[in-house]
């Protein structure tokens, strides 16, 4: 699978899952954690960390 498959899956499992919060919002978390492993060599763990990241995010909202 690959990294935007995975990460579109991502978004639509939180917005199944965080229903009360915006879709822009997570969209715009999910651009925030992208970015911080932008430069990262190694991508197939990026979907996963990416996700801890918005859930820990979202959860302090």
Do not use: C, G, H, W
């Amino acid at each position: 699978m690959s990294e935007q498959v995975a990460l579109t899956q991502l978004e639509d499992r939180l917005s199944s899952v965080y229903v009360d919060i915006p879709t822009d919002r997570i969209q715009s978390a999910m651009r925030s954690a992208q970015a911080q492993f932008e430069n990262s060599k190694i991508r197939d763990f990026v979907p996963l960390l990416v996700e801890r990241r918005v859930r820990a995010e979202l959860a302090n909202t």
